[in-house]
């Protein structure tokens, strides 16, 4: 069973950055993805950004957060990180982490992803 643990969320001001990571552990498949979803209060959960691991290490974005996050996959320590640099008010939300036994999956595709942390809290102040 994977078992995913998020950390790294805190509270910054507008434009400030912060890095999250997600262990994990219980992962038997080979070639498959990673990714960060985020739900803020009164909002529906959005896709945040994704990672094929085992694969070409392609990445995707969504369109609010391209250019300013940055997902990346430590194989070693099996760890996920996301970068987030010029963070925005908006950018506020409970952050978690994902895996999907499948590839090709971009961060849209939520119904995908089969097990999940239980979140890390990101705070952006004006």
């Known amino acids: 069973q994977v078992h995913l643990v998020e950390s790294g969320g805190g509270s910054v001001q507008s434009g400030g950055s912060l890095r999250l990571s997600c262990a994990a552990s219980?992962?038997?498949?080979?070639?498959?993805?990673m990714g960060w979803f985020r739900q803020a209060p009164g909002k529906e959960r959005e896709g945040v950004a994704t990672?094929?691991?085992?694969?070409?290490?392609?990445?995707t974005y969504a369109e609010s957060v391209q250019g300013r996050f940055t997902i990346s996959h430590d194989a070693a320590q099996n760890t996920l990180y996301l970068q987030m640099d010029s963070l925005k008010p908006e950018d506020t939300a409970m952050y978690y982490c994902?895996?999907?036994?499948?590839?090709?999956?971009?961060?849209?595709?939520?119904?995908?992803?089969?097990?999940w942390g239980q979140g890390t809290q990101v705070t952006v102040s004006p």
């Open positions: 990672i094929e691991v085992d694969g070409d290490g392609s990445t």
């Open positions: 994902a895996s999907s036994p499948m590839t090709g999956v971009d961060s849209s595709a939520a119904w995908a992803f089969n097990s």
């Open positions: 219980g992962v038997t498949y080979s070639g498959y993805s």
